[in-house]
């Protein structure tokens, strides 16, 4: 690929800064994405320290004014919406504002996170964690930061080649343990549960022949760090079924709520029930 | 026992209404409670109909006017706030008048319902069933809650014999499946779910060394009908003995959710758990 | 294909009958193996009745003489040692003789039994259960019996193409619940439950790194109609991975029993074990 | 009670040496039992070295000529009549000969074991690594056991006080979690798995109707250290209760194989299952 090519197919990784890409591309071929992104990387590394820090202070803030007046790149415009942060409150809009402000009076820099990689509480614990931490690990914090998003982007970009373990998944399957066999029709709900009274859905879908959902409930991204919970109307499938049940049910909706630790794992909690019990466990 | 002394004991068994004890007196002794609430019953059942038209027509309000003035007997007054009827919202209390006002106006009696036996979501849902009845079923469908409501008062006065069943129970015990013992210490928490949103806190307890707590979280009493989350401190009693946790954890509190459809009924949901899996059942 | 290459090829699916394999040749081609097997179970049904019944009487017994001579089809000897009934004992061998002989004295025409469907227990109860049928039944059922082991011999012959559905199943996988992830390593071993007191090894494997065994403990062929035992070498892995156990352990080697009544089923048998719990299902 | 009473009563508890209750006489009374063998043991161990050793030298072989011939103790004939060592093969017998005359060759004295606590496995196995032991540390161990072997002898004697803890318990109860209740009419089976060839039967029980057997399977003495399976037959339950299943059903008897190694702990095995899953664990 020539370089102009190479240039603006991978200018945007890193954020306003196409230097990255025309320093990596001297270093043509690369046999993987993951190789390609090293590559990247040990530009910005070998780079001098005003550079390093410019690539830094050209981050947009999470929720920032740049972000609400639409003037970030269109990367960035998508990675905050996925995250709910054009959907803020005023009252959490403005609390954003006051962790922006208070992280860029000590560092000089605006705070920087790879918010694919957590959910709105884990976002909101990371930065005031970082808010404590010392100026100079800050730095390599921040730039680890932006590597992490680089990777994420880059893996959208180059589409068929999985070496960097940039997304994870949440799958699940439910097994009707009456009839030893796959349950179908199971409607499931996938819900964040972002504080003890704050839900928000993610994911609707019902099990197929196999008890399983066509698509994983989250996958081809990194599972946001945090608390969810999945919710199967096990009740309608046994009414459905025509078994016989109290009213109300001994088990109608069964949720199994779990946390997710590690964005790119793969979290696979099944259902096994009959009506009157049931087991989860993370699986494979 | 001298008649007086048993229409003294009894006469507030069925409300406003000591002419049954004294009638059932005649029948006197009683080889068990199960005979004497027989006794009690017939001698509703036998007696003309003006005088159990009256029975019912003495019975106080829901949530009513009579209830908020402290104008009913003691006993009503601990069951309706037993059942939370003492801390309406102002629309919950309209929406009770409202009720009210409908089925007095159909039936010409106020509605009679046990209310020991139901939460507040099936209780709303027993009153809008029964307001489409027909005058003659209700009649009987209102009697029957009075007897039940006399076999839950004479419980409590006569303490130590269990033949009348009015009673059910809500309990747990937490197994370490990890280290094949009880699990002590651990937290839990019966909550009554109301509506999607609503929850009300029943009990809370800690596991002893046995892994199930000192007492039933419901006992000695119906068991409301209803929605119930038993919620289990599992991330705490791991952290407490060491093991070492994601953060989050991958099972942190977990929530057991079932109905209850059967008041006098034993409901033993155990949890049997691992950092990464757990089962339950209704156990006996 | 020529008639006289089709001939060649099917020739032997129908034990001493290649012109079988002759009369479907005229209906060529067949879109699937599926077809193909229709047409010549078809050339069967519509042939005279002395021709049919030829068919029957020239099968070999079960671990009848000629089979002990070596003067049965290749296909045959190979179905019987997979039986195991070239391994008989004296004694079984008397009693297969003795039921050879009244089988063919009641029917004239040797009993015929699709033997890859069925383990030793069940292929004696199977025997003995016919010999009770009258014979306008028995000659439909010993024609259906060889149908199915032409669709066994035909699925061998035409590899590609699975449209026939003559083979079955037994997984498994080993979950770890203590670590929340795939037991490796661990050691399972097969065996078919012939008596109370005689057991016969029928795989050996070990969990790789998803738990699982590289392929099916059975596969590509039917699951002979039977009771089997999975055993696990559970305490063996928890020792290597330095869990502390008593002596004996709690669980050691693990047996999940179980029966198969399909043998075109697909018996999936997990196991989700710490050192003081296990469970197992039916899964899929 | 009087010194002569007390001797009379307690001569017994060491074999062939009524000495011991004599000398402990002196420091009556004992507020428990567990006073009480503490008391007797102190006897011991405040004795001269010839008289310990005599302790020891005096107590019978393990099937002995003395045991075959009956000139034991009574209480010796009936505990190593429970460990199956009158019912000894020949070359059984001739293997404890040899041990027996290794361990005496060494070390002078009998071997000795409580042999309550033992299963014939486990004590083949104490019995070949005790040979390997040092004179000083054996006597230690030989004197250990006796004191066991007494405490046993005087848990029988004196009834009513638990403070010597000497019995263990085998117990279960069966789940249906089909339709959330116990399930009665089980029939269980215990057996001790001696080799991988030979089990022999301990107990047979059918569950009532709280699941539960109406005594423990193995209680009220220690469990002797081993290998257990409890067998239970589900399939018979399952078509008592009309259960639809195939034939032979997925699970039929359920064989659930656990290990002993403390004789007085308490080993709940209990089995929550369907026809198509089922689950156990060391409960409480």
């Given at each position: 690929m020539p370089e102009a090519a190479f240039v603006a197919a991978l200018g945007a990784v890193f954020e306003h800064a196409p230097w990255v890409a025309q320093a990596a591309a001297?270093?043509?071929?690369?046999?993987?994405v993951a190789a390609l992104h090293a590559g990247l990387c040990a530009a910005v590394t070998s780079a001098p320290d005003a550079l390093r820090h410019a690539l830094l202070a050209g981050h947009p803030e999470l929720a920032g004014r740049a972000a609400r007046a639409g003037m970030i790149a269109a990367d960035s415009i998508a990675e905050q919406a996925r995250a709910g942060l054009d959907r803020l409150s005023d009252s959490e809009y403005a609390r954003f504002e006051a962790l922006n402000a208070a992280y860029r009076d000590r560092f000089g820099i605006p705070f920087i996170l790879?918010?694919?990689?957590?959910?709105r509480a884990s976002l909101l614990r990371a930065f005031e964690a970082r808010l404590q931490s010392d100026p100079e690990r800050e730095m390599r914090t921040a730039e680890a930061e932006v590597f992490r998003i680089a990777a994420i982007r880059l893996g959208r970009v180059v589409?068929?080649?999985?070496?960097?373990?940039t997304t994870g998944r949440i799958s699940t399957h439910v097994l009707d343990t009456v009839l030893g066999r796959p349950a179908a029709g199971v409607a499931v709900e996938l819900v964040e549960v972002v504080t003890d009274t704050e839900t928000v859905c993610v994911a609707r879908a019902v099990t197929n022949a196999d008890g399983?959902?066509?698509?994983?409930?989250?996958?081809?991204?990194p599972v946001p760090i945090g608390v969810y919970e999945i919710r199967f109307a096990l009740g309608d499938y046994h009414r459905r079924i025509g078994t016989n049940l109290p009213?109300?049910?001994?088990?109608?909706v069964v949720p199994l709520r779990f946390g997710v630790a590690e964005p790119e794992g793969h979290y696979h909690v099944p259902l096994a029930a009959t009506p009157w019990s049931y087991q989860t466990y993370r699986g494979s």
């Open positions: 001297a270093r043509r071929p690369f046999d993987t790879c918010i694919g990689r957590h959910g589409e068929e080649d999985g070496t960097l373990h399983r959902t066509d698509v994983p409930l989250i996958g081809d991204r009213q109300p049910p001994f088990l109608d």
